[in-house]
């Protein structure tokens, strides 16, 4: 590795830590390149390296003559209770418009889940922040449980479908999730204003009762600036 790349490197860690760690928090204006260059005693080209390095994480956005803001908010979200409730949690008050609440059959999805039926309760959600950017779109398919089948005229219990799976007497208490990056397509795209292309997080979740049977298969594609995963392994230590 080339002293130049490991300065930018060192720069880009220092600058990813205080945004992380909510020194620099979302929206911020970084300090310009001269500031840059005198702070870290580096050439004005391993600065501008760093702020693509942080730009691909998603942490900056670059706008030519203007300056390099923060553009990811310093936190991961909890997303147990649903996406919402995780933003909720941070201060940001989604607004949530049900796109889809319908009984479908999907074979293909039942077979992949190993379930007996191919019916499901299928609800998508978009998640609209207050300036109007559309920030996840969120596609969920529940196995049709005794108690759900009127869902689709009745609609979601305070628009949340956690609490109408509490009605049903359906909680979920483990799962699996797994994130990739991921180019939006066409339709997507057009669905969340982006350009084609646009990569976005792609969770998939399994949520599941306490016996293990599957409640539910939810897949969301998430803005990468609002929204992070971290996992955690090995021993800790008080």
């Known amino acids: 590795m080339s002293e130049q790349a490991r300065k930018h490197q060192r720069v880009a860690r220092i600058l990813s830590r205080e945004i992380r760690g909510g020194t620099l928090r979302d929206g911020t204006r970084l300090p310009g390149e001269h500031a840059l260059t005198e702070r870290f005693s580096v050439s004005r080209s391993t600065v501008r390296a760093a702020l693509r390095s942080l730009a691909e994480e998603g942490l900056v956005r670059t706008h030519p003559g203007i300056g390099s803001f923060v553009s990811f908010d310093g936190a991961p979200l909890d997303n147990r209770h649903g996406w919402k409730q995780a933003l909720t949690e941070r201060g940001v008050t989604p607004d949530t418009t049900v796109l889809r609440l ?112 599957v409640l539910e298969h939810v897949v969301s594609l998430l803005d990468p600036a609002r929204f992070e995963l971290r996992t955690s392994f090995g021993e800790t230590t008080n």
Do not use: C, K, N, Y
């Not at 009605?167 to 994130?179: C, D, H, P, T």
């Open 102 to 213: 319908e009984t479908v059959r999907d074979a293909r999805l039942r077979d992949e889940l190993a379930l007996r039926d191919d019916r499901f309760l299928a609800v998508d959600r978009m998640r609209t922040l207050a300036d109007g950017s559309r920030v996840s779109l969120e596609r969920s398919r529940v196995p049709l449980h005794p108690g759900l089948e009127d869902v689709p005229r009745r609609g979601l219990v305070d628009g949340s479908l956690t609490a109408t799976l509490a009605e049903a007497g359906l909680v979920v208490a483990s799962g699996q999730q797994r994130a990739t990056a991921v180019p939006l397509d066409a339709a997507d795209a057009a669905q969340l204003r982006r350009p084609e292309g646009t990569s976005f997080l792609r969770v998939t979740r399994i949520g599941r009762a306490p016996t293990g049977a």
